[in-house]
């Protein structure tokens, strides 16, 4: 995330406009990636979840995409990649 603002921030402030598109369809490109991993963990992380998880541990209940997707968010705030 922090990459995709550094590349919005430099385009922005370059004047030439040849490496200002450049750096401005890096960003955009990490954005999509940003939106398909997503799209990819709540999908596939709900059907695990569901399908494994749910089945195996009896206290444990189905959840939907959105729940997927907090709980992704919180773990990445316990334990940060940096």
Known sequence: MNNIVNGVVSANSN???EVKNHKMELALGSIVV???QVVLLTAIGTYLWNNS???VFSGVSRINSTQMYFMF???HLLFPKS
């Open 53 to 55: 998880v749910a089945k």
């Open 34 to 36: 940003m939106v398909i």
């Open 73 to 75: 968010v919180l773990l």
């Open 15 to 17: 004047q030439d406009p």
